[in-house]
């Protein structure tokens, strides 16, 4: 397996769950979150294995030179928007929540700034090469990873954490999950959907002895994040705040560095990877979109990047007021939903490359 599609998959999981998944599957914890961890990743592995398996059969093409090669043009320019403003909103949303929690602690800095602040940063990433954003990705990986499995062990060793609240929760293990809660879940293993532009300059091919190594590396930062901030806060303590995983560590302290509190080294690495994040997905979705114009359109730099800047600054408004306007309450509830939906649009676009795979292999047949 080629490294960088490792990292594609690994950050994405590491973003997700540091950013989004914590606080809805907290809020469900007496519901069934347990589980929809288990339902979700094997959903999740399902779409992950389909997906990579199919693009094999399509060596240094994305999305758009296989929707060339299948679709009539109309279809294809329809179903391009489409996934490109998914995949471009599945940044904004990281972008918009990331910056209220970050407003909790910044309260002298408004959330429209913060937005404004991470927006410019992303733009000008996500308007690189594929092989720069790749190569960027890495390093903030090698950056960040180190620095996160030493807070993780310093929270999980932490003399405040209580283990009996941890125990408590086996008492759920076996709770039936709302669908909404496994859709959720699912979006751990969304790292694929990069892969249908990256696959230009990358084999996306995964040997079978691999899909265990990407299942647990996707899925532990997770189910640790979980289980220290149950141990901290307590089994029924964990509902009394807003950010609570952010609350625990913030609880943890650092006896040497230049850090006091584990809070602000994580939030340092939430920062880093949140625009390298973001930079990646809107970067996928600009791709998608420059695929519904001529190949004359696309060899021309300049109207590339004009296009990209448009888009990037009218997605970066649309957020500003959006998250402007709803509470951090209604924004979690639109997001619930909007996972959902985003989990629908994955197993479309899966469906469509393993159908347009099979196609393919019959004609070699």
């Known amino acids: ?102 407003n909790l602690y910044l309260t002298d800095v408004k959330t429209i700034i913060i937005i404004a602040f991470v927006f410019l940063t992303v733009s000008w990433g996500a308007t690189r090469s594929s092989k720069t954003i790749l190569s960027t990705l890495e390093l903030v990986l090698f950056i960040c990873i180190p620095i996160m499995y030493y807070i993780l062990t310093k929270a999980i060793f932490s003399q405040g954490i209580e283990w009996n609240s941890i125990k408590a929760m086996a008492d759920y293990a076996f709770t039936w999950p709302k669908w909404e809660t496994i859709a959720a879940v699912n979006s751990v293993f969304s790292g694929f959907v990069c892969l249908i532009i ?53 609880s943890i302290g650092i006896m040497s560095g230049l850090f006091s509190r584990t809070i602000m080294p994580y939030f340092l690495i939430v920062l880093f990877l949140l625009l390298i994040y973001a930079a990646v997905t809107i970067h996928v979705g600009l791709e998608l979109l420059k695929g519904c114009f001529s190949m004359e359109f696309q060899n021309n730099p300049r109207k590339e990047q004009l296009l990209s800047w448009t888009i990037c600054g009218l997605f970066t408004i649309v957020t500003m007021i959006y998250f402007n306007t709803f509470t951090l309450k209604q924004i979690k509830y639109h997001t619930v ?11 479309l676009m899966v469906a469509l490359i393993a159908l347009f795979a099979v196609m393919k292999w019959q004609r070699r047949a």
């Not at 809020?27 to 979700?40: K, L, P, Q, T, W």
């Not at 093409?61 to 599945?90: C, D, H, N, W, Y």
């Not at 939903?337 to 197993?347: C, S, V």
């Open 1 to 102: 397996m080629n490294r960088y599609v490792f990292y594609v998959l690994w950050y994405d999981g590491l973003t997700i769950s540091g950013l989004l998944l914590y606080n809805l599957l907290l809020d469900e914890r007496f519901n069934g979150s347990m589980m929809a961890i288990v339902i979700g990743a094997v959903s999740g592995m399902i779409f992950l294995v389909t997906m990579t398996k199919s693009l094999g059969h399509f060596p240094k093409q994305g999305l758009p030179e296989i929707f060339r090669m299948f679709l009539p043009a109309g279809a294809r320019v329809s179903l391009l928007i489409f996934f490109s403003i998914m995949t471009i909103t599945k940044g904004c949303i990281m972008i918009g929540y990331a910056s209220s929690f970050f």
């Open 198 to 250: 990256f696959n230009r300059v990358v084999p996306s091919k995964i040997k079978w002895k691999f899909f265990p190594i990407i299942l647990i590396v996707n899925l532990h930062i997770l189910v640790i994040g979980l289980l220290v901030s149950i141990g901290i806060h307590g089994t029924y303590g964990v509902g009394n705040y807003i950010a609570p995983t952010y609350s625990a560590l913030d």
């Open 337 to 347: 939903n909007w996972l959902e939906l985003r989990f629908y649009t994955e197993f």
